[in-house]
Every structure is written in structure tokens, then in C-alpha cells.
């Protein structure tokens, strides 16, 4: 049986190729970050990983590199303007540019909002809000520049719906939802095109307890119409997607991969 290589790919297929293409995923030492950082490599992108911990970012790109792929270390704290600046800036100077970016650096935290504690509410605007803003300014100055990039903020379902504990944490992802579209709007004249990605339910180390609470797990799966939680996997073509040629007139988006659970009461 003979293999498709990209340039003999039916011109539908194509589009989706990101060969030659340098994409930077934020948070991806583990979990949803690792997974569409393997997704985009999967499809040629060279792939920048991003995380605070340089320990468990190099064992995360060697693990790429093992399989093949092209992967190189670039940490720095996105919550950190400055070092989001002199990271972004300092690789497009020194190795080229950063064709797409995925904005995925996030935490959760839990409490009833009558307790919720001033620093915790402070460290999830920081880290889920701000940092989409520290990184993507950079990125996208040089993407304005060249006419051409693409952005994808992961949102949530709680972009649209709540939950009892973690209204902080919905403020968050609503508020990302909104900037995804103003950042299309603003950008979108320069030849950019962001977009967000709002995963549903998934089984991540940030879902754990949740994945292990059987009352929780029976309550979900009965509210989603595809009955079972989301495997990682299940986001990566609709990154691919978002990232390739293949969504070139689609801007200001948020796709949601929750298995229907925004379509149903």
C-alpha cells in the first residue's frame, strides 16, 4: 500500500498540512496542551512547548522527539508579560516565525464564591485571562507584520455554562471567549484568524477528582448526549482544523468539542 506524503495529498487534505509551519501551544508539558501539541505535529508543524517547569517541559519534548516529530523547549511564565516578550521575540529573531499559536495555560480552582479566597480569584484571572493577552500580543505584532497566523484560545464549555464552585473559574473562560472575538475583529483585517477551541468534560489531571467522583461521573454522562467523557484525542483535528488553511474565512469562532452538552438542557 503505498503512503500519501503531503504533496501528494488530495487538494481537500491539503489545506490541513501544516508542514513547514512553527506552532507554539502554552501549558503542554501534560494533558489537553500535550495532546493538540502532539495533534499539530502529527500534521508537520514544529512545535514550541511551552510550560513553567523546565524539568517536565523537557520530558514532554523529548517524548514528541521520540516519535518523530519536531520539538524544541520554550519556557517562560505566561503570566509574566515581560518574559512572554523576550521568549516570543527572541525566538522570532533567532529561528523564524511563529505561524500559529494555541493559547492553552489555564488552572481550576474550587471553593463556594461567598468563601472564594482574594488570591485564588487573583491567580485565575492572572493565569487564564491575562496570560492569553501577555502571550498573543507579541505573537501576533510579528503575525501582523508577515499578514498571515493563526490564533486558538481554549475556552470551556463554561464560556457559556455554570457550575456550582467555580464561578471564578467561568468568569475566566467567558471573559476568553470575548477576547477570542475582539481579537478577531482587531486582527482579522491584518490577515489573522483566532479563534477559540472549548473543550467539554475530559479526563485530564485537572478533572481528576471529578473523573473519580462516581456520583459526578453518572451525572455527566447522562447529560451529555454522547454518553462518556472526552478523551484528549478527540480535540486534535479540531485544532489541526483551526490552525491550517483549511479554516482560512473562519474568525472569531469558539468550537466546542463537549460531546453536545451545550446543545442540551
Not at 178 to 201: C, E, F, R, S
Amino acid at each position: 500500500m503505498s503512503v500519501q506524503t503531503p504533496h501528494t495529498l488530495p487538494p481537500a487534505l491539503a489545506a490541513f498540512d501544516l508542514t513547514g509551519r512553527t506552532a507554539l501551544v502554552t501549558g503542554s508539558s501534560s494533558g489537553i496542551g500535550f495532546a493538540l501539541a502532539c495533534g499539530l505535529a502529527s500534521a508537520g508543524a514544529h512545535l514550541l512547548l511551552n510550560g513553567r517547569d523546565a524539568n517536565r517541559l523537557d520530558e514532554a519534548t523529548h517524548k514528541l522527539q521520540a516519535l518523530g516529530f519536531t520539538a524544541t523547549s520554550l519556557p517562560f511564565d505566561v503570566t509574566d508579560p515581560a518574559a512572554a516578550v523576550q521568549a516570543i521575540d527572541g525566538w522570532e529573531r533567532d529561528h523564524g516565525p511563529i505561524d500559529i499559536l494555541v493559547n492553552n495555560a489555564g488552572i481550576q480552582r474550587r471553593a463556594p464564591l461567598e468563601n472564594f479566597p482574594l488570591a485564588d480569584w487573583a491567580e485565575l484571572m492572572r493565569t487564564n485571562v491575562d496570560s492569553v493577552f501577555y502571550v498573543a500580543q507579541p505573537v501576533a505584532r510579528h503575525m501582523i507584520a508577515r499578514g498571515r497566523g493563526k490564533i486558538i484560545n481554549v475556552c470551556s464549555v463554561q464560556s457559556e455554562l455554570g457550575r456550582p464552585n467555580i464561578a471564578p473559574y467561568t468568569a475566566t473562560k467567558g471573559a476568553v471567549k470575548m477576547l477570542t472575538k475582539g481579537m478577531a475583529i482587531d486582527w482579522g483585517p491584518h490577515g489573522l484568524q483566532v479563534n477559540g477551541l472549548g473543550p467539554g468534560y475530559f479526563k485530564t489531571p485537572l478533572n481528576q477528582a471529578l473523573v473519580d467522583d462516581p456520583a459526578f461521573s453518572a451525572w455527566l454522562l447522562n447529560r451529555t448526549p454522547s454518553r462518556r467523557w472526552g478523551d484528549v484525542e478527540d480535540l486534535v483535528g479540531a485544532a489541526i482544523f483551526l490552525s491550517s488553511d483549511a479554516s482560512r474565512f473562519v474568525n472569531g469562532h469558539i468550537l466546542y468539542v463537549d460531546g453536545g452538552v451545550t446543545a442540551a438542557l
